[in-house]
């Protein structure tokens, strides 16, 4: 079900408290952060997650920092996550030898004593 446009979160994991000093008299000790698709991603204190945020288009890391004093609120840092690298990819050389005969070699491999010197 969605609450305000956003899907329902498990509350059992991401628990606010009753604080009689706090405004509002709730702490809640995570970062919620709007996501591109509409949901609402929560983020533990000193956990990250990935994830497009509302206000951006590419994979992001973000993180949350939980202030020691509650009347702080949390803050959440997103960086743009990295880029896997790209596969290697295997290189293949073909050698005609004298006579005629085409032999493949992988990338960097010794020709051997295909050739006379």
Do not use: M, W
């Not at 405004?23 to 997650?49: F, H, M, R």
């Not at 206000?55 to 959440?76: E, M, R, Y």
């Amino acid at each position: 079900s969605n609450v305000n446009n956003f899907h329902t979160i498990q509350v059992a994991d991401f628990p606010c408290f009753c604080d009689p000093f706090f405004p509002g008299k709730v702490a809640c000790p995570y970062c919620a952060v709007p996501t591109s698709n509409g949901d609402l991603k929560c983020i533990k204190g000193d956990q990250t997650e990935r994830f497009i945020p509302a206000d951006s288009d590419v994979l992001q890391d973000c993180s949350c920092q939980v202030p020691n004093d509650p009347f702080n609120i949390p803050i959440t840092s997103c960086s743009t996550a990295p880029t896997p690298a790209p596969a290697f990819v295997t290189q293949l050389c073909q050698i005609q030898t004298p006579s005629g005969a085409v032999i493949e070699f992988q990338e960097g491999s010794s020709l051997g004593d295909l050739f006379d010197n």
